[in-house]
C-alpha cells in the first residue's frame, strides 16, 4: 500500500486523477470525522483491506498520526513538500 500527503485542498483532487488513468487501482480517502478517519485506517490496518492508495492531507495526517501506528507503506508520496521544509514542525516530524 502507498499514501498520498497533500494540502486538503488536492485531496479529491489526486483520488480523480487515480480514477482516470489508473481506475484498477483500489484508491482510499481518509477525510471527514475523527471517527471516520479512524475507523478506515483501521479496516486498512487490522482487517487487511484491500486497497493500495490511501491519500489524506497533512493536517489530517498530523491530527491521525497514532491510528497509522501499525501502518506499513510501501512508498509515501509528499505533494507540496513544502509544508516539511522546516525540520522541527510538526508536519515535518509526522
Known sequence: M???VTPA???YNWREEFRRFTPEL???TVTGTAGTRR????AVNKENRDVDVLITSYDLLKRDIDAYEDAEFRFV???EAQYIKN???????V
Do not use: F
Open 2 to 4: 502507498s499514501m498520498i
Open 9 to 11: 485542498s488536492l485531496v
Open 26 to 28: 483500489k484508491v482510499c
Open 39 to 42: 475507523d478506515v485506517i483501521e
Open 77 to 79: 508520496v509528499l505533494d
Open 87 to 93: 525540520a522541527r514542525t510538526s508536519a515535518a516530524q
